[in-house]
C-alpha cells in the first residue's frame, strides 16, 4: 500500500468488510432507486451502451432533472450510432440547446462518426477502444461498460468520491494525485466480482440522494454502521475542500439590429476556436476590454466597417463562464455605413425573422434576447 496516500481508515482493505458495505448499499438500491429512463433494474435486460453513453455524457456537470427530457428527445432523434453520426451539427447543436457545455456535443458528434468508421457502428465494448473515443476519460469509460456490459470496472465522480472518503475516513483534498490514486484503489477494491454495474449505480445513487456534500442525511444511510468518518464525527468536514473558482466580474454587450423593415435580426455562426463555436449569435463583444456601451459599439461597427449607434437597453441579462460572472447589457441598436452584402466578417452576418431564430442553435442568451426582440 502507497505510502503516500493521505490519512485514512484500512478497514476496506478488509473482504469481511466490504462484504457488509456492498450487501447493505445493493440491498438499499433495490428499494430506492430512481426510476430513470437510462437505468435498467436488478434482473431486467443491461441498458445498450450507446445509450449509457448518451446518459454519461449529459450528465457531466448537469443535474439529472434538467437531463431527462434531453435524453428523451436526444435518443428519440437518434436512437443509434449511425443517426448519430448522419446529423448535421448545426441540428445536434439545436437538440443540445440549454443543456451547455457544448463542446459535449461536438466529442459526442466525432466519437459517433469515429465508431461508424471504426467499428462498424457498434459501440466498442473493448475498454481501450472506449477510451480512446473523443470525450471519453477513465470515468465515462468504466460507467459505460460496467453498466451496459457488466465488466468488473471502478468508476470515480463527484458522489462516489464523497461517498468513499466517508466510508474511510479519508483525510486528503480531492483532486490531489495521492488522494485520487487512493479513491481509484477503494474503488476497485468494493467491486463484485459479477454485478459491477449494478454496485456502481448503486454507489453513485447512494451519494447523490443520501450521502450529500453538506448535511448528509446519515440516518438514512444503509452503510452508517460501517462509515469511519460517521464513526469519528468527521461526516461533516470529509471530503476535504476542492478550491473553488474565483470568478472574475466583467461586463460585455450585445446589439439587437434589425434590418429596414424591422422583420429580421441580425446574427451570424459563431466561428470555431471562440466561446459556444458552432452556435449562432447576435453581435456581442466578449473581451471585456470596454466599459462602456459607446466604445464596444465602436469595436462591432469597426468589424461591419459601418457605425453602429446604441439606441436604447432592452435588457439586462446575468451568467457565468468559466472563471468569469458576466453582466449582459443588451442594447437595440442602428447600423450604417456599408450595406451588409458588403461586410468581410467571417463567418458572414445575416439577417433572419423571428421564426427562422426559433430554428437557429443559440447559446442560453442569446436564446433569452431572442425572447425579447420588439
Known amino acids: 500500500m502507497s505510502s503516500d496516500f493521505p ?70 432523434r437518434f436512437p443509434t450510432v449511425d443517426a448519430l453520426a448522419a446529423i448535421d451539427e448545426p441540428t445536434l447543436m439545436t437538440l443540445w440547446e440549454g443543456l451547455g457545455y457544448y463542446r459535449r456535443a461536438r466529442s459526442m458528434h466525432a466519437a459517433a462518426k469515429h465508431i461508424c468508421d471504426q467499428h462498424d457502428g457498434e459501440f466498442p465494448t473493448n475498454y481501450d477502444d472506449t477510451l480512446a473515443l473523443p470525450g471519453i476519460g477513465r470515468y465515462t469509460a468504466g460507467a459505460i461498460l460496467s453498466i451496459a456490459t457488466d465488466q468488473r470496472l471502478p468508476i470515480l465522480e463527484g458522489n462516489t468520491q464523497r461517498l468513499f472518503s466517508r466510508w474511510i475516513a479519508m483525510q486528503g483534498s480531492l483532486g490531489e494525485k495521492p488522494t485520487m490514486d487512493l479513491l481509484w484503489s ?54 476535504g475542500k476542492v478550491k473553488r473558482i474565483q470568478y472574475e466580474d466583467r461586463t ?44 464596444a459599439a465602436a469595436s462591432i461597427g469597426h468589424e461591419m466597417s459601418g457605425v453602429v449607434a446604441p439606441l436604447k437597453q432592452l435588457a439586462t441579462l446575468k451568467h457565468a463562464v468559466t472563471k468569469y460572472r458576466i453582466r449582459l447589457d443588451v442594447f437595440v441598436a442602428s447600423v450604417s455605413g456599408k450595406p451588409p452584402k458588403r461586410w468581410k466578417a467571417t463567418p458572414p452576418w445575416q439577417f433572419m425573422t423571428k421564426q427562422e431564430l426559433v430554428d437557429l442553435p443559440l447559446s442560453v442568451t442569446g436564446r433569452k434576447i431572442a425572447q425579447k426582440l420588439p
Open 7 to 76: 490519512p485514512h481508515d484500512v478497514v476496506w482493505q478488509t473482504s469481511a468488510w466490504r462484504s457488509r458495505v456492498r450487501k447493505r448499499l445493493l440491498d438499499w438500491y433495490a428499494s430506492n432507486a430512481r426510476d430513470l429512463p437510462w437505468r435498467s433494474r436488478p434482473g431486467e435486460p443491461l441498458t445498450s451502451p450507446y445509450r449509457v453513453w448518451v446518459s454519461e455524457i449529459m450528465l457531466q456537470q448537469t443535474q439529472v432533472t434538467t437531463v431527462v427530457p434531453y435524453y428523451e428527445r436526444f435518443t428519440t
Open 186 to 239: 477503494v474503488a476497485d477494491a468494493m467491486l463484485p466480482q459479477t454485478g459491477s454495474g449494478i454496485f456502481n449505480q448503486a454507489a453513485m445513487e447512494l451519494g447523490a440522494l443520501v450521502c450529500t456534500p453538506r448535511n448528509p442525511k446519515c440516518d438514512e444511510c444503509p452503510v452508517v454502521r460501517m462509515c469511519r468518518a460517521k464513526e469519528q464525527g468527521l461526516e461533516q468536514s470529509i471530503p
Open 252 to 295: 460585455e454587450f450585445a446589439f439587437v439590429i434589425a434590418n429596414d423593415k424591422k422583420d429580421r435580426y441580425l446574427v451570424r455562426p459563431i466561428a470555431a476556436g471562440q466561446r459556444w463555436a458552432g452556435l449562432w449569435d447576435f453581435p456581442r463583444v466578449t473581451s471585456g476590454k470596454f466599459d462602456n456601451v459607446d466604445d
